[in-house]
Each structure stands twice: as C-alpha cells, then as structure tokens.
C-alpha cells in the first residue's frame, strides 16, 4: 500500500508562460512528504494548516515554543478546540511550564509525532513560528 501523502502532494510548478504543469517528480525520488508552515505571529499560520488539513489527510505538528507548553491559551492566541475542527494537533500545550523543553526535546518529541502520523498514511504538517525548533538538513 502507498502512502496517502505521496499521493496527496505532487511536486507540479506553474511556469509562466507554459501550458499546464509540468511534473518535477522524476526529478525527486519519492519520499513521505512533510510540510513545513512558518511565518510571524498573526500571519494566518494555524487557519493555514487547518485548512490544509481539512483538504489532504493530515495532522498538525506545533512548532511554537512557547504554544507546546500548557495554559496561557489567550496570551499567546492558541487555537481552540473549536477552531482545530477536529483535525488532531501534537505538541500543543502538551508540556508542563515548568519543564526545562529544550529543542532537542521538540526534535524528539516532533519525530516520533511525524512517524506516528506517515505510519497512518496522513500528512504531517508542522507549523509554527519558532524557527529555533525547525532546522533544514539535506
């Protein structure tokens, strides 16, 4: 069975001046896809992803660091459980205050998060806008 997330996501670009997409998959060998949402406070970043959660199989993976502690849910906007329309998020107030969370611990914690997600053939999307938590590797 293939998973739902190289189905979902196609790598496809838009050329100006070109008719329809042209496929850039041959060019990347297929991989479980992850999205990566990210951008300064009030940018739309959760409305974002819920949306794109309602639309592929997804789930969310917070990135904030300071949404991934419990409480302060007004001071720092976290979306409610209203506006999460039931699509699942993790690492979302999910650790004590007074823990010392560091970003090797969200790096743990976002990876078994992420492989539990392709394990369901969902789509991860992780998003937030603390970009200390998030570091490219190739």
Do not use: W
Request: net charge positive.
């Amino acid at each position: 069975m293939s998973c739902v997330c190289r189905q979902a996501v196609q790598l496809q670009v838009n050329f100006q001046g070109t008719k329809g997409n042209i496929n850039l998959e041959p060019l990347f060998p297929l991989k479980d896809k992850v999205v990566i949402v990210m951008g300064a406070t009030g940018t739309g970043k959760s409305r974002l992803t819920i949306d794109l959660a309602t639309r592929f199989p997804a789930e969310i993976v917070n990135s904030d660091k300071i949404q991934v502690f419990k409480g302060l849910d007004i001071a720092i906007n976290k979306v409610t459980e209203e506006e999460c329309k039931g699509i699942p998020h993790h690492l979302l107030g999910e650790v004590e205050s007074s823990s010392n969370f560091k970003a090797t611990d969200f790096r743990i914690r976002a990876a078994k998060a992420v492989e539990s997600i392709v394990s369901r053939d969902r789509l991860p999307i992780i998003a937030g806008g603390s970009n200390s938590y998030i570091e490219y590797h190739m």
